[in-house]
C-alpha cells in the first residue's frame, strides 16, 4: 500500500471519532456565527451562552445540577471532568444532542415543542432536554477495568467508551425512560401518543424484530429506536428491577469490543440473551395493549389519496381543503381537495405552516437554513397573478394565520424562549399583540370570523395544555379548559364552535366544545391518534390519522357526536412544580474562549506496512465546546525510507479551511534496458474561505481559495536532477446550489447545482503561469415513485502553461475540492487517459431504489440499510488548443449498497462497472468504492 492507504486509514480514524457527535441522531452543527457568548461554571457542569442569556443559563445549571443528584445513584459514576453545556436559540426546532467525544457536550435548543406528537408532555422543556441528554452522557461515560486503563494511555479515543458502541435502542431507550415521571405525569413514556404508538405496532401485526430495531434507518415508525427502546428499557426494569439493568450497564462498561459481548452480559445478568428477552417483551406488549377499540367505529370515513407517511400541512379555506403533500419520494406539492378529486396547484419548498385567504392568496412559514448555521422560519405570500412575495426576514414566524379582512396576518413565533404573537401587514411591518411570560408555550391558534378573537392550544408554566381564548382587540386570554388532558390545534367552525384534538381517552381524537353551554362531542375514534382537524363546511371533516404505516388523510362527510359530555368531566389540573433550588455562588460570568476546550483529548496509534512502507505514527482530533472550531492532526514515519508524512485539517464554521498535506509517491522509470526507482514528496496547501458573499436565500456563493502544491523529486539515481515543480492557484468560485433531498430517493431527489471557477498562477510565483477558468452544471429530476434522472455538463480551459487537464477513471480524490481541481472522471477508460487545456466531460444517470433492507445481523455490528442502483451513460475529452478533440464514450451500471457498521455508521458500499466504448482506449473496470456517513 502506498501514501493513499494511510489517507483512507486516517480519514476512517476521523469517522468513527465524528460519529459520536451525536447520541440523539441529531445534526451536531456548530453555532450560528457571530454572538458574544459567555461562560459559566458549577460544580459539574460549564455553561455557554449567548449575552442574555444569562437568567436562563443560570436556570440550566440548577436543572443540570439537580439531574446529576438523582442520576448519579443509578449509574454509579459521572463525568470526571466538567460537563459542557452550550444553550442555542438558532433553530426554530425542538431538539438537542449529547456527546462524550472527545469530551462530555450537551446542546440544548430552546424552542419549546407545541404540537400533539411525543415531545409535547413536559413540565418544562429544559428540564425534560437536559435530563434526557444528560442521561445519555452518564451512560456513555461509564467505564472500567481494561477500559479505564485504556483512557489513561490514550486518552477518550471513542473505540475505549463502550456504550458509545451500543445499539441505539438502548441508548435513546435509556434516555427516554429516565426522562419521564410516572409521579408527575410527564415524559414520552407518560404520553399518550406514545402509547398510541405502541398500541398500533403490537395491534395491526407491525411488530418490529430486534433486527430491524437495531438499524432504526427511514422505515416507519420513524422514531423506533425511541420507541420500542424506552419501552424495552421499561420492561427489563419492571421485570428484573434498576439493580439489574444498572449491573448490566456496568459489566457492559468494561468491554474493550462492546459489539461481541451484549448477548453474553445480558445471559450473566438477566439469565437470557436479548433474542429471548426481545420475544418476553413482545409478549409483554400484547398483553398490555391487546384491547382497543375499533378504529372508526360508528363512524362514516373515508380514507383520501395524501402524500402518505408524514404529517402534512393542511389548511381550511370556506368549503375547500387544502394539503401539502410530502411523500419522500416526490417534490412538496399544495393541492385542493374537491368532490372529483385532489386539483394540484404548485410545487412548494419546505414549510411548517399555511393559510389560504377568501381571494385565493397564500400565506405560509417557509423553514429557511441559512448558510450561517441558522434555522429559522419566515413567511411568504402567493398572489396568483403575482407570484410570490416575501415579508419577513430571520423573523422566526412559524405559524400564521390571515385576518378575516385579508389585509393583514397573525403570526407566532418563540424567540428567546419566549412566545409571542404579531400582526404582520401585507408590507411586512410589524406589531406585537402577546408575549408570554417565561414558562408559556403558545401552540397552534386560528381566529374567527369577525376578526375579534383567537383560540390557541397554551401551556402555561407549571401546567399542561389548555385552550384559551384571546380577545384581539384588549390581547386578554380567558381560559377555555382547565384539564390535566392535552387540547391543542384548534379551530372556529362557522357556527362559532371550537373543532380541535385531544387525548380525553387516551388517544388523540377530534372534539368539537360549544363555548356558550361547554359542552362537548367526540368526532372521531382513532387508535392511533387524530390531528390537525379541520372543517370544510359542506365538504365535512378532515384530520390526519396516525396510523402503523404513516399518517393517512381522512375525511368524515357527515360528522356526527359518537359521544357528548359536559366539559366539567375533563376538568382538572395538570401541576408539574419546578423541583430544582437556583445554585448560589456559581463562579463568576466571563468571555467565551475555544482556547479553554480546543486542545486534544486522545491520541491513537497508526501503523501501516505494504511493499514499498512500514509507517508508524499517530493521529488526533479536537474541537471547542460550540463546534465552531475543529481540527484532525496525523503524522507518521516511514521506517523503511526515512520519511514523514503526514496531514492537518482545520475548519472554522463553514466558512474557512485550512488542509495541509505531505506525503510520498513511489514509482519506477525504465531507462534503456535498466529501471529506476524514485520517490516524489507530495505536498499540498490548501486555504479556502467559503461564503464570503451570500444571495437568493444562500443558495448563491462566491468563495475564495489558495492552493499551493509542490512535487519533489526527493530519492532518484544520479542520472536524474533533483527537480521540483511547485504550483501556487489563487482563485474565486461562484456556486448555486438549490437541491432537495427525499427521504425514500437515493441521492439527491431534485434540484439543480452550478459552479464557475476562476484561477490564476499569476498571483503568486508558481512554476505554471496563467489562468484557469472551469464550470459544471447539475440537473436532477425526480421521476415518479424513488428514482431520479441526472444530467451533468463540465468543461475548462487552462493557458498553455497552466498545469493541464486529466481525464479518465471511476474516482480521482478530486471530486470533494473546489479549487486546484485538473482531473475528471471517464468511467471505462485509465486514468489520465487524455490530458490537454481543454476538457468537457457530460454524464447522463438514471437512478432508483431496488431494496429497502434495513436490517441487522442480530446484535453482530453488521447491517443493511437501502439497496439502489444506477444506469450511467459517460462521455468527455482532454485535448490541447489547436488540436483534433477525439470524443471518448463509456457507460456502465453501479450498485449503491449501505452497509451500517457497529450499529451507527452507514458505509455506502459502490460497486461499479464501466466499459469504454472506444475500440483503442477503452478497458472494461471493475470498481468499488467505500464512504462513511452518520
Given at each position: 500500500?502506498?501514501?493513499?492507504?494511510?489517507?483512507?486509514?486516517?480519514?476512517?480514524?476521523?469517522?468513527?471519532?465524528?460519529?459520536?457527535?451525536?447520541?440523539?441522531?441529531?445534526?451536531?452543527?456548530?453555532?450560528?456565527?457571530?454572538?458574544?457568548?459567555?461562560?459559566?461554571?458549577?460544580?459539574?457542569?460549564?455553561?455557554?451562552?449567548?449575552?442574555?442569556?444569562?437568567?436562563?443559563a443560570?436556570?440550566?445549571?440548577?436543572?443540570?445540577?439537580?439531574?446529576?443528584?438523582?442520576?448519579?445513584?443509578?449509574?454509579?459514576?459521572?463525568?470526571?471532568?466538567?460537563?459542557?453545556?452550550?444553550?442555542?436559540?438558532?433553530?426554530?426546532?425542538?431538539?438537542?444532542?449529547?456527546?462524550v467525544l472527545?469530551?462530555?457536550?450537551?446542546?440544548?435548543?430552546?424552542?419549546?415543542?407545541?404540537?400533539p406528537?411525543?415531545?409535547?408532555s413536559?413540565?418544562?422543556?429544559?428540564?425534560?432536554?437536559?435530563?434526557?441528554?444528560?442521561?445519555?452522557?452518564?451512560h456513555?461515560?461509564?467505564?472500567?477495568?481494561?477500559?479505564?486503563?485504556?483512557?489513561?494511555?490514550?486518552?477518550?479515543?471513542?473505540?475505549?467508551?463502550?456504550?458509545?458502541?451500543?445499539?441505539?435502542?438502548?441508548?435513546?431507550?435509556?434516555?427516554?425512560?429516565?426522562?419521564?415521571?410516572?409521579?408527575?405525569?410527564?415524559?414520552?413514556?407518560?404520553?399518550?401518543?406514545?402509547?398510541?404508538?405502541?398500541?398500533?405496532?403490537?395491534?395491526n401485526?407491525?411488530?418490529?424484530?430486534?433486527q430491524?430495531?437495531?438499524?432504526?434507518?427511514?422505515?416507519?415508525?420513524?422514531?423506533?429506536?425511541?420507541?420500542?427502546?424506552a419501552?424495552?428499557?421499561?420492561?427489563?426494569?419492571?421485570v428484573?428491577?434498576?439493580?439489574?439493568?444498572?449491573?448490566?450497564?456496568?459489566?457492559?462498561?468494561?468491554?474493550?469490543?462492546?459489539?461481541?459481548?451484549?448477548?453474553?452480559?445480558?445471559k450473566?445478568?438477566?439469565?437470557?440473551?436479548?433474542?429471548?428477552?426481545?420475544?418476553?417483551?413482545?409478549?409483554?406488549?400484547?398483553?398490555?395493549?391487546?384491547?382497543?377499540?375499533s378504529?372508526?367505529?360508528?363512524?362514516?370515513?373515508?380514507?383520501?389519496?395524501s402524500?402518505?407517511?408524514?404529517?402534512?400541512?393542511t389548511?381550511?379555506?370556506?368549503?375547500?381543503f387544502?394539503?401539502?403533500?410530502?411523500?419522500?419520494?416526490?417534490?412538496?406539492?399544495?393541492?385542493?381537495?374537491?368532490?372529483?378529486?385532489?386539483?394540484?396547484?404548485?410545487?412548494?419548498?419546505?414549510?411548517?405552516?399555511?393559510?389560504?385567504?377568501?381571494?385565493?392568496?397564500?400565506?405560509?412559514s417557509?423553514?429557511l437554513?441559512?448558510?450561517?448555521?441558522?434555522?429559522f422560519?419566515?413567511?411568504?405570500?402567493?398572489?396568483?397573478?403575482?407570484g410570490?412575495?416575501?415579508?419577513?426576514?430571520?423573523?422566526?414566524?412559524?405559524?400564521?394565520?390571515?385576518?378575516?379582512?385579508?389585509?393583514?396576518?397573525?403570526?407566532?413565533?418563540?424567540?428567546?424562549?419566549?412566545?409571542?404573537?404579531?400582526?404582520?401587514?401585507?408590507?411586512?411591518?410589524?406589531?406585537?399583540?402577546?408575549?408570554?411570560?417565561?414558562?408559556?408555550?403558545?401552540?397552534?391558534?386560528?381566529?374567527?370570523?369577525?376578526?375579534?378573537?383567537?383560540?390557541a392550544?397554551?401551556?402555561?408554566?407549571?401546567?399542561?395544555?389548555?385552550?384559551?381564548?384571546?380577545?384581539?382587540?384588549?390581547?386578554?386570554?380567558?381560559?377555555?379548559?382547565?384539564?390535566?388532558?392535552?387540547?391543542?390545534?384548534?379551530?372556529?367552525?362557522?357556527?362559532?364552535?371550537?373543532?380541535?384534538?385531544?387525548?380525553?381517552?387516551?388517544?388523540?381524537?377530534?372534539?368539537?366544545?360549544?363555548?356558550?353551554?361547554?359542552?362537548?362531542?367526540?368526532?372521531?375514534?382513532?387508535?392511533?391518534?387524530?390531528?390537525?382537524?379541520?372543517?370544510?363546511?359542506?365538504?365535512?371533516?378532515?384530520?390526519?390519522?396516525?396510523?402503523?404505516?404513516?399518517?393517512?388523510?381522512?375525511?368524515?362527510?357527515?360528522?356526527?357526536?359518537?359521544?357528548?359530555?359536559?366539559?366539567?368531566?375533563?376538568?382538572?389540573?395538570?401541576?408539574?412544580?419546578?423541583?430544582?433550588?437556583?445554585?448560589?455562588?456559581?463562579?463568576?460570568e466571563r468571555?467565551?474562549?475555544?482556547?479553554?476546550?480546543?486542545?486534544?483529548?486522545?491520541?491513537?496509534?497508526?501503523?501501516?506496512?505494504?511493499?514499498?512502507?512500514?509507517?508508524?505514527?499517530?493521529?488526533?482530533?479536537?474541537?471547542?465546546?460550540?463546534?465552531?472550531?475543529?481540527?484532525g492532526?496525523?503524522?507518521?514515519?516511514d521506517?523503511?525510507?526515512?520519511?514523514?508524512?503526514?496531514?492537518?485539517?482545520?475548519?472554522?464554521d463553514?466558512?474557512?479551511?485550512?488542509?495541509?498535506d505531505?506525503?510520498?509517491?513511489?514509482?519506477?522509470?525504465?531507462?534503456?534496458?535498466?529501471?529506476?526507482?524514485?520517490?516524489?514528496?507530495?505536498?499540498?496547501?490548501?486555504?479556502?474561505?467559503?461564503?464570503?458573499?451570500?444571495?437568493?436565500?444562500d443558495?448563491l456563493?462566491?468563495h475564495?481559495?489558495?492552493?499551493?502544491?509542490?512535487?519533489?523529486?526527493?530519492?532518484?539515481?544520479?542520472?536524474f536532477?533533483r527537480?521540483s515543480?511547485?504550483?501556487?492557484?489563487?482563485?474565486?468560485?461562484?456556486?448555486?446550489?438549490?437541491?432537495?433531498h427525499?427521504?425514500?430517493?437515493?441521492?439527491?431527489?431534485?434540484?439543480?447545482?452550478?459552479?464557475?471557477?476562476?484561477?490564476?498562477?499569476?498571483?503568486?510565483?508558481?512554476?505554471?503561469?496563467?489562468?484557469?477558468?472551469?464550470?459544471?452544471?447539475?440537473?436532477?429530476?425526480?421521476?415518479?415513485?424513488?428514482?431520479?434522472?441526472?444530467v451533468r455538463?463540465?468543461?475548462?480551459?487552462?493557458?498553455?502553461?497552466?498545469?493541464?487537464?486529466?481525464?479518465?477513471?471511476?474516482?480521482?480524490?478530486?471530486?470533494?475540492?473546489?479549487?486546484?481541481?485538473?482531473?475528471?472522471?471517464?468511467?471505462g477508460?485509465?486514468?489520465?487517459v487524455?490530458?490537454?487545456?481543454?476538457?468537457?466531460?457530460?454524464?447522463?444517470?438514471?437512478?432508483?431504489?431496488?431494496?429497502?433492507?434495513?436490517?441487522?445481523?442480530?446484535?453482530?455490528?453488521?447491517?443493511?440499510?437501502?439497496?439502489?442502483?444506477?444506469?450511467?451513460?459517460?462521455?468527455?475529452?482532454?485535448?490541447?488548443?489547436?488540436?483534433?478533440?477525439?470524443?471518448?464514450?463509456?457507460?456502465?451500471?453501479?450498485l449503491?449498497?449501505?452497509?451500517?457498521?457497529?450499529?451507527?455508521?452507514t458505509a455506502?458500499?459502490v460497486?461499479?462497472?464501466?466499459?469504454?466504448?472506444?475500440?483503442?482506449?477503452?478497458?472494461?473496470q471493475?470498481?468499488?468504492?467505500?464512504?462513511?456517513?452518520?
Amino acid at each position: 500500500m502506498g501514501h493513499n492507504s494511510l489517507k483512507g486509514c486516517f480519514g476512517i480514524c476521523l469517522v468513527i471519532l465524528f460519529f459520536s457527535l451525536s447520541a440523539s441522531r441529531a445534526d451536531a452543527l456548530s453555532v450560528a456565527w457571530g454572538g458574544d457568548w459567555k461562560t459559566l461554571k458549577s460544580e459539574h457542569f460549564e455553561i455557554h451562552f449567548e449575552d442574555g442569556f444569562q437568567e436562563m443559563a443560570r436556570r440550566c445549571l440548577a436543572i443540570a445540577e439537580g439531574v446529576h443528584l438523582e442520576l448519579l445513584p443509578f449509574f454509579g459514576s459521572g463525568p470526571v471532568k466538567r460537563t459542557h453545556i452550550v444553550l442555542s436559540d438558532d433553530t426554530d426546532f425542538s431538539n438537542g444532542w449529547a456527546t462524550v467525544l472527545p469530551y462530555g457536550r450537551i446542546r440544548l435548543f430552546v424552542a419549546a415543542p407545541s404540537d400533539p406528537g411525543s415531545l409535547e408532555s413536559y413540565d418544562e422543556w429544559l428540564h425534560l432536554l437536559i435530563r434526557h441528554e444528560y442521561v445519555h452522557i452518564l451512560h456513555m461515560e461509564m467505564g472500567r477495568g481494561a477500559v479505564n486503563a485504556g483512557r489513561k494511555i490514550f486518552g477518550r479515543f471513542p473505540l475505549l467508551f463502550p456504550h458509545v458502541l451500543t445499539p441505539v435502542f438502548l441508548l435513546e431507550g435509556m434516555a427516554v425512560y429516565f426522562e419521564s415521571d410516572a409521579v408527575a405525569g410527564y415524559g414520552r413514556l407518560q404520553g399518550s401518543h406514545y402509547a398510541a404508538q405502541m398500541a398500533l405496532e403490537v395491534r395491526n401485526g407491525n411488530w418490529k424484530d430486534l433486527q430491524e430495531v437495531v438499524v432504526p434507518l427511514r422505515n416507519w415508525p420513524i422514531n423506533k429506536a425511541y420507541l420500542y427502546g424506552a419501552f424495552f428499557i421499561d420492561y427489563l426494569i419492571s421485570v428484573y428491577g434498576k439493580d439489574a439493568v444498572a449491573e448490566f450497564l456496568y459489566r457492559q462498561s468494561g468491554e474493550l469490543i462492546p459489539f461481541f459481548t451484549l448477548n453474553f452480559q445480558a445471559k450473566r445478568v438477566f439469565g437470557k440473551i436479548f433474542p429471548a428477552l426481545w420475544e418476553d417483551f413482545r409478549l409483554a406488549m400484547e398483553e398490555r395493549f391487546a384491547d382497543g377499540h375499533s378504529e372508526g367505529e360508528g363512524m362514516e370515513e373515508r380514507m383520501l389519496p395524501s402524500g402518505n407517511f408524514f404529517h402534512q400541512v393542511t389548511a381550511v379555506a370556506g368549503d375547500d381543503f387544502f394539503l401539502v403533500e410530502d411523500s419522500g419520494k416526490d417534490r412538496r406539492r399544495l393541492f385542493r381537495y374537491t368532490e372529483k378529486g385532489r386539483e394540484p396547484i404548485m410545487a412548494l419548498r419546505p414549510l411548517s405552516d399555511m393559510d389560504v385567504a377568501e381571494d385565493g392568496r397564500l400565506a405560509v412559514s417557509r423553514i429557511l437554513r441559512s448558510v450561517d448555521g441558522r434555522v429559522f422560519h419566515d413567511i411568504f405570500i402567493h398572489m396568483p397573478e403575482v407570484g410570490w412575495k416575501r415579508l419577513t426576514r430571520n423573523q422566526r414566524f412559524s405559524r400564521v394565520r390571515w385576518m378575516p379582512s385579508g389585509e393583514s396576518l397573525l403570526v407566532s413565533r418563540q424567540q428567546a424562549g419566549l412566545s409571542e404573537l404579531y400582526f404582520l401587514d401585507m408590507e411586512g411591518s410589524m406589531r406585537l399583540l402577546w408575549r408570554g411570560s417565561e414558562g408559556d408555550v403558545l401552540g397552534a391558534f386560528d381566529v374567527d370570523a369577525a376578526g375579534e378573537r383567537l383560540v390557541a392550544g397554551l401551556k402555561r408554566a407549571g401546567q399542561g395544555w389548555n385552550l384559551e381564548i384571546m380577545d384581539l382587540a384588549t390581547g386578554g386570554w380567558s381560559g377555555l379548559t382547565s384539564t390535566p388532558f392535552m387540547e391543542n390545534q384548534p379551530s372556529f367552525m362557522p357556527d362559532g364552535r371550537i373543532l380541535f384534538s385531544a387525548d380525553y381517552d387516551g388517544v388523540y381524537n377530534v372534539y368539537v366544545m360549544d363555548t356558550e353551554t361547554g359542552m362537548l362531542e367526540q368526532w372521531t375514534r382513532s387508535s392511533g391518534g387524530a390531528f390537525s382537524p379541520g372543517f370544510a363546511g359542506n365538504k365535512g371533516l378532515y384530520y390526519q390519522a396516525y396510523t402503523a404505516d404513516g399518517f393517512r388523510l381522512m375525511r368524515v362527510d357527515h360528522p356526527a357526536a359518537l359521544k357528548a359530555f359536559p366539559k366539567e368531566d375533563v376538568a382538572g389540573e395538570k401541576i408539574s412544580p419546578f423541583l430544582f433550588d437556583a445554585i448560589e455562588n456559581l463562579g463568576s460570568e466571563r468571555k467565551y474562549s475555544p482556547l479553554q476546550s480546543l486542545r486534544p483529548r486522545y491520541w491513537f496509534p497508526v501503523w501501516l506496512s505494504s511493499g514499498e512502507s512500514s509507517q508508524l505514527g499517530f493521529e488526533t482530533h479536537g474541537s471547542d465546546a460550540l463546534d465552531r472550531h475543529s481540527y484532525g492532526l496525523m503524522a507518521a514515519y516511514d521506517m523503511k525510507n526515512d520519511l514523514v508524512n503526514g496531514s492537518l485539517t482545520y475548519a472554522c464554521d463553514n466558512r474557512w479551511l485550512l488542509l495541509l498535506d505531505r506525503s510520498h509517491r513511489f514509482g519506477e522509470v525504465r531507462v534503456g534496458e535498466v529501471f529506476w526507482d524514485y520517490t516524489i514528496r507530495e505536498d499540498r496547501v490548501t486555504l479556502q474561505r467559503n461564503h464570503l458573499l451570500n444571495f437568493f436565500e444562500d443558495r448563491l456563493a462566491l468563495h475564495g481559495g489558495l492552493v499551493h502544491e509542490r512535487d519533489t523529486l526527493v530519492d532518484a539515481p544520479s542520472v536524474f536532477s533533483r527537480v521540483s515543480m511547485e504550483s501556487n492557484l489563487a482563485g474565486m468560485a461562484l456556486t448555486f446550489r438549490d437541491e432537495e433531498h427525499y427521504i425514500h430517493v437515493p441521492g439527491i431527489g431534485w434540484g439543480f447545482y452550478g459552479e464557475l471557477i476562476a484561477e490564476s498562477n499569476e498571483i503568486l510565483d508558481s512554476d505554471y503561469k496563467g489562468a484557469v477558468v472551469q464550470g459544471a452544471i447539475r440537473k436532477i429530476w425526480n421521476l415518479p415513485g424513488p428514482r431520479t434522472l441526472g444530467v451533468r455538463l463540465a468543461g475548462g480551459y487552462a493557458d498553455q502553461e497552466a498545469k493541464p487537464f486529466r481525464i479518465g477513471g471511476t474516482r480521482t480524490g478530486e471530486e470533494m475540492r473546489l479549487f486546484g481541481r485538473n482531473e475528471a472522471v471517464l468511467r471505462g477508460y485509465p486514468r489520465s487517459v487524455q490530458t490537454g487545456n481543454i476538457y468537457a466531460a457530460q454524464r447522463l444517470s438514471l437512478t432508483s431504489m431496488l431494496f429497502r433492507v434495513e436490517r441487522n445481523w442480530s446484535l453482530m455490528p453488521f447491517g443493511l440499510g437501502d439497496i439502489s442502483g444506477s444506469i450511467h451513460v459517460d462521455s468527455g475529452s482532454a485535448w490541447d488548443e489547436g488540436r483534433a478533440m477525439r470524443q471518448l464514450t463509456g457507460a456502465g451500471l453501479e450498485l449503491h449498497v449501505e452497509l451500517v457498521l457497529g450499529y451507527h455508521f452507514t458505509a455506502p458500499l459502490v460497486l461499479g462497472y464501466a466499459r469504454g466504448l472506444d475500440k483503442d482506449l477503452g478497458e472494461d473496470q471493475f470498481y468499488t468504492a467505500l464512504g462513511f456517513s452518520f
